[in-house]
């Protein structure tokens, strides 16, 4: 995980550099600066620098990966992932919920505040769908 932490400094780097450049660029002979692709680097920027920072301070933490050791072997990085659900309806009504939320401003905003509260539903179902039937703790 250094790595990658170092990767998302890098491009925090980067796209900061990426800003003064295309302000510079794009800076017209009355000194205005196109405002919408220079906030959408430094926001970029930002949020590399945001993950950068986490993964950092996460790295301190924890024990070393095998993919942090320059010697290390396939077979290290072996073993179980996580518990990863077969089937589930969940992500289904969310989108269909989300879809529902979206129509709001096209046809009236009372659709988006009934999608609102469909969506508590739907997201509860989705977070709590292992504490029911044969999966209750």
């Not at 932490?5 to 450049?21: D, I, N, R």
């Not at 926001?43 to 301190?60: D, E, K, P, S």
């Not at 046809?107 to 505040?113: A, H």
Request: glycine share 10%.
């Amino acid at each position: 995980m250094k790595v990658q932490s170092k990767l998302f400094l890098w491009m925090a780097v980067f796209f900061f550099a990426l800003s003064g450049v295309y302000a510079f660029a794009t800076m017209t002979s009355d000194r205005h600066i196109e405002p919408i692709g220079l906030t959408v680097f430094i926001l970029t920027g930002l949020m590399c620098a945001m993950i950068f920072g986490y993964m950092a301070v996460t790295t301190r933490h924890m024990d070393d990966h095998p993919e942090d050791d320059r010697d290390g072997e396939i077979v290290q990085g072996a073993g179980q992932l996580g518990f990863f659900p077969p089937t589930s309806i969940w992500p289904f009504w969310c989108a269909l919920v989300l879809a529902v939320m979206l129509l709001g401003p096209v046809f009236g905003w009372w659709i988006t505040i009934l999608g609102g509260a469909l969506g508590v539903w739907a997201v509860c179902g989705w977070c709590y769908e292992f504490y029911v039937g044969e999966y209750r703790h």
